[in-house]
């Protein structure tokens, strides 16, 4: 997308005008372009005045700053700023030390979708580094004796781990935007591999839990010290395989995790016993990133841009423009209304998602239809006459699909980065589930990607899904990602977070208190999650006053301890403080993470 050449053409007319405008050159994905209407236009060209800028007079928002999940991946991002490296560089080195400290949550085996603006042209680019089932893939894949399997044993299993994305959409990236060699991106990781880091409390936490993928032989071996004892907080973890892998990347490129010893050994670990995977060198080798046109809408005074499908972003854009039709919303977080309204509202975003959103090589995804204007503000005028679990709406140019209830879980990581000329990255990267399928190849645990699917490839009456698994397509995935502007192009924010199915959720809670509620960064992800999905409501149930409690089951709203992912979100906005303009920075207090200038 780029705002400044559309600017120089529309400058005068409203923000709504202008962001319609903008649609044709934001909008370039499968199922999701196409004219715009003049009727629409024309409506918003008699709208109201132009809104202000909400950084009038602001210098250009510009770096260094580094948000991410462990203090360690922050220092390298940071490290790479210090040295003239681009905000993209900083990701790759942030990805490669997290992949080592933080291997339960993303890693060089999983995939990612990256937003990138550039602050000289004003473009934002989506990059898809969503992993990809194996040719063999057909959809009962996770069928055994006419059945699907039970989830845990489908996870453990080689069919659900899919062609790694990240490295090399990583690559591409940098490729377009980094300034600095990419050989010298992997140093941080490289040492800290060899040498050894401090395993944090977070991670301990997860080697001691009850997630299978932590007990199987490969992790079992890694997280067992010479003197037989599993790591714990504090002590310190080698890891040669990991330090060679980075040390092969940096030498040969991405091409090194796609070929080779270490595309044999991925290959090796899928198809071991038990239940085998059909990925092979050959679906390694074809695997290809995607750069797509990145998916914005107009929210408030700002344009919020996400990553297209198959990614769910289109969802927290269509919660984002209900939220604009429902004033409740505008009581604060300590209003009870306010969060009933928000509860109600998600529950209409799953359901559409649910049914709609899919790989759109594969599904015809109605992104126009799902964010057209008429149909938000009548799934809007819905929520205050929710009494349960909300169904799919039928938005133009949808074509009726089974509602999937694919399980997501935790297993995610998201980072915010920009550097010195103002570009900016927001990448939230996964290997799906808690250290994935559990299997590893060449020091790093493999994803689990491919349970995103959905086991079954029909509903009961034969409806088919949009998610179902077939041959090379990418699973629906919950990571979305966001860049902030203003109506001029300028970058204003960014912002993400992990947690399964409820990122959207997470996503749009923070997006809410900092814009529309105008917290602070981090008081807006400090805010209780509240997650409304199908007919109940999962919370950070001790973090709400029991007032608010009350006041939200008064209204038929009881809430109940999360049972999902917890949120980690990382994100910041430009704003003017007490020492002038400057990253207003937030890390969520229920990870390890930091966010820092310096």
Not at 314 to 324: I, P, S, T, Y
Not at 335 to 354: E, G, I, S
Not at 370 to 378: P, S, T
Not at 479 to 488: A, N
């Amino acid at each position: 997308m780029r705002l400044s050449r559309l600017r120089r053409l529309v400058l005068s007319q409203p923000l709504a005008a202008l962001l319609l405008l903008s649609l044709a050159a934001c909008q370039g994905l499968a199922g999701g372009g196409g004219p715009i209407d003049a009727g629409a236009t024309a409506a918003a060209e008699a709208a109201s005045p132009p809104i202000v800028s909400p950084v009038e007079g602001a210098p250009q928002a510009v770096g260094p700053f580094v948000a991410a999940a462990n203090p360690l991946a922050v220092e390298a991002g940071l490290g790479v700023l210090r040295r003239g490296g681009s905000a993209v560089d900083a990701a790759v080195a942030v990805q490669a030390v997290l992949g080592l400290v933080e291997p339960q949550s993303s890693g060089l085996g999983g995939g990612a979708f990256m937003m990138v603006y550039d602050g000289t042209t004003q473009e934002v680019t989506a990059y898809d580094g969503r992993e990809i089932a194996p040719a063999s893939a057909t959809p009962e894949l996770f069928y055994e004796g006419g059945r699907p399997l039970p989830f845990v044993q489908a996870v453990l299993s080689g069919r659900s781990t899919g062609v790694p994305g990240a490295v090399a959409m990583l690559a591409m990236a940098q490729k377009d935007h980094g300034t600095l060699p990419w050989s010298a991106l992997f140093d941080d990781a490289e040492r800290l591999a060899r040498e050894g880091f401090v395993v944090s409390p977070r991670l301990a936490g997860m080697i001691a839990g009850a997630a299978p993928q932590g007990r199987t032989p490969a992790a079992e071996a890694y997280f067992s010290l010479p003197d037989g004892r599993r790591a714990v907080a504090g002590d310190v973890l080698t890891n040669p395989a990991y330090a060679a892998t980075v040390r092969a990347l940096a030498g040969e490129g991405a091409q090194a995790l796609y070929s080779g010893e270490i595309g044999q050994a991925i290959v090796a670990a899928v198809q071991a016993e038990p239940r085998p995977g059909g990925l092979t060198e050959a679906d390694l080798a074809a695997y290809r990133p995607i750069e797509r046109g990145a998916l914005c809408r107009p929210f408030r005074v700002y344009v919020v841009c996400v990553p297209p499908p198959p990614s769910s972003g289109v969802a927290l854009l269509q919660l984002l423009e209900m939220a604009e039709a429902t004033p409740s919303l505008a009581g604060g977080p300590q209003d009870a209304q306010a969060w009933v309204a928000f509860a109600q509202l998600q529950r209409l975003m799953y359901a559409d998602r649910d049914r709609y959103v899919g790989d759109p090589a594969f599904v015809g995804v109605p992104v126009q239809g799902l964010l057209d204007e008429d149909y938000v503000a009548q799934r809007a005028a819905l929520a205050p006459g929710l009494t349960g679990a909300a169904t799919a709406g039928t938005p133009p140019g949808g074509v009726f699909m089974a509602p999937d209830r694919t399980a997501e879980p935790a297993g995610t990581s998201h980072m915010v980065i920009v550097d010195a000329k103002g570009n900016a990255v927001s990448m939230t990267t996964t290997v799906e589930s808690i250290f994935g399928s559990g299997r590893m190849a060449g020091g790093f645990f493999l994803n689990n990607q491919l349970t995103d699917f959905s086991f079954s490839p029909t509903a009961a009456d034969g409806t088919p899904m949009a998610n179902a698994v077939a041959a090379r397509k990418r699973p629906r995935s919950s990571m979305s990602p966001v860049i902030v502007l203003d109506h001029q192009g300028r970058l204003v924010g960014a912002l993400g977070s992990p947690g399964g199915s409820s990122i959207l959720a997470y996503n749009a809670k923070a997006l809410i208190g900092a814009l529309v509620w105008d917290l602070p960064m981090q008081a807006a992800i400090d805010l209780p999650n509240l997650v409304a999905k199908g007919p109940g409501f999962g919370a950070d149930t001790e973090m709400f006053s029991q007032a608010l409690r009350d006041g939200m089951a008064a209204r038929g709203i009881t809430i109940q301890p999360n049972t999902t992912e917890n949120s980690g979100l990382h994100g910041a906005l430009w704003r003017r403080g007490a020492n002038g303009w400057g990253w207003d920075g937030g890390a969520d207090p229920r990870r390890e993470g930091q966010a820092r200038t310096h």
